[in-house]
């Protein structure tokens, strides 16, 4: 095991495994027919942040704010990117003094006293309405596989499977699941699916969303 690898296994945040599809219309139906129960329906807003050299994109750093609370999305590993084929894995830190140790370091700059210290630019923002899905747990599964239906308000609409795990030796695992349960969902295909924040520089920030698809970040 090399040092990247050990110091992903002592992770204190979960990775998330993630893999997004375009929901069918059918798509509500078969997750009942697998067994799935609606979880909760929930409205947030999130609003991403960047330096205006956009550096954190553009090492796959994701700093949102979603309602009133910090989140920030980054590879497991420092320097790689976090997709790999249709599927993604990052950590979500929600800490707030691991949040601005982590910007500091990426950005190069001093640890701020706080987030917003730091004067990021926002860069998009928008407002999803999620139904969340908990599909059954299978016969010796550690993990629960939830599936995210979301529609955000500038008119565009995605559906995720995810999986949470605790280290990098389980990251394979999650990622052979996710891809089934997109299968058995209809909606699987070889290559990645856009995000919302992916779609809302491609029609709102066309030239930081050029930067980014020039950089093999998006
Ligand atoms: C990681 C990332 C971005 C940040 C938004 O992440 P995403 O999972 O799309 O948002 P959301 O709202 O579903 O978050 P959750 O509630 O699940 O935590 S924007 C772009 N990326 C990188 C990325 C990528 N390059 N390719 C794909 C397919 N997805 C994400």
Redesign the pocket.
């Known amino acids: 095991m090399n040092s990247e690898m050990a110091s992903s296994s002592q992770l204190s945040c979960p990775i998330?495994v993630?893999r997004?599809f375009v929901p069918g219309t059918d798509v509500e139906k078969t997750l009942h027919g697998l067994g799935a129960v609606l979880l909760e329906k929930v409205t947030f807003r999130?609003s991403y942040y960047d330096s205006p050299d956009v550096l954190l994109t553009l090492a796959?750093f994701?700093l949102r704010k979603r309602d009133d609370t910090w989140e920030l999305?980054h590879p497991p590993k420092r320097g790689a990117t976090?997709?790999i084929g249709g599927s993604?894995q990052?950590v979500?830190v929600t800490q707030k003094d691991e949040i601005i140790h982590k910007i500091s370091e990426e950005l190069g700059v001093p640890c701020a006293p706080s987030i917003e210290a730091f004067g990021l630019n926002e860069f998009a923002s928008f407002v999803?309405c999620r139904r969340r899905f908990q599909l059954p747990l299978e016969e010796n599964a550690v993990t629960k596989v939830v599936v995210?239906l979301?529609k955000a308000d500038f008119g565009f609409v995605v559906g995720?499977v995810?999986v949470l795990v605790k280290n990098q030796e389980e990251v394979q695992n999650a990622m052979l699941k996710v891809e089934e349960i997109c299968r058995k969902l209809g909606s699987f295909r070889e290559t990645?699916?856009q995000?919302?924040?992916?779609t809302f520089l491609q029609l709102h920030r066309p030239e930081h969303y050029k930067k980014l698809m020039e950089a093999h970040?998006?």
Do not use: H
């Open positions: 998330e993630e997004k999130d796959d994701w999305k976090g997709f993604t990052y979500e999803t995210d979301d995720e995810e990645p699916v995000g919302k924040v992916s970040k998006i």
